[in-house]
């Protein structure tokens, strides 16, 4: 079975500009959660969604929006990007039978100059 | 809220030796508990869990954790450490619809 993938794998984005990543989970996983990951600190919790409804959301500006599709695959959007949004962002994909349980995908490593 | 915390940076031990690789933690209620691990230009693999019962948990890998309440501890061990478990370790804990990670603890065994 394939694991949780994310597209792109690279991105070198300008200051100001949009950028989207997306995500698509294990099969049969039903709540997808995107994490920030700068530079050596752990991952900061953004978003999970599930059942395409957004059930928690960590403490980022409105820059950041995320939504979940019907298949489940989700995609992460920030706009007006600082120097700052420059990091790994992981989506992670839980299925309902263990819950607590998350699984990574490979990332996407967003470089904003 | 709850909190994470891996009080080193790196930990250096030879190979064929044991390793442990501390965590400590603060939660409300009962802990739901986690070890992942992050090698270069990847993303996290799930390597064990604590949701309830036996202290001493069996992960992926030849790990094990070994889950203390009164101490609020959750160290990462292995009897003998390859070269090959060289990376980046997180502890994590279960959170309202959230994981929280400690800031890691990098692994270096030298041959």
């Known amino acids: 079975d394939a694991g949780v993938t994310q597209s792109p794998t690279h991105l070198i984005k300008t200051r100001g500009q949009q950028v989207t990543l997306r995500c698509s989970p294990i099969s049969g996983h039903k709540s997808v959660s995107w994490y920030q990951q700068v530079l050596g600190q752990g991952p900061q919790f953004i978003f999970q969604?599930?059942?395409?409804?957004?059930?928690g959301r960590g403490n980022f500006p409105d820059r950041f929006s995320a939504r979940q599709f019907p298949n489940y695959s989700s995609e992460l959007n920030v706009n007006a990007l600082l120097l700052g949004d420059s990091a790994l962002y992981l989506c992670a994909s839980s299925g309902d039978r263990e819950r607590y349980e998350q699984y990574f995908g490979p990332g996407t490593r967003l470089t904003v100059t | 809220a709850q909190s994470v915390a891996q009080p080193e940076d790196q930990v250096n031990v030879a190979e064929g030796n044991p390793l442990t690789v501390k965590c400590t933690y603060s939660?409300?209620?009962?802990?739901?508990l986690f070890w992942y691990v992050q090698y270069p230009n990847r993303g996290l693999q799930f390597l064990l869990k604590?949701?309830?019962?036996?202290?001493l948990v069996k992960g992926s890998y030849g790990f094990e954790a070994e889950f203390n309440k009164s101490q609020t501890s959750f160290h990462l061990k292995k009897p003998s450490a390859l070269v090959s478990d060289s990376a980046l370790y997180f502890c994590a804990a279960s959170g309202f619809q959230k994981l929280v990670f400690g800031t890691g603890t990098r692994l270096l065994v030298s041959p």
């Open positions: 939660v409300s209620g009962n802990p739901y």
């Open positions: 604590y949701i309830t019962g036996d202290n």
């Open positions: 969604y599930y059942e395409k409804e957004e059930r």
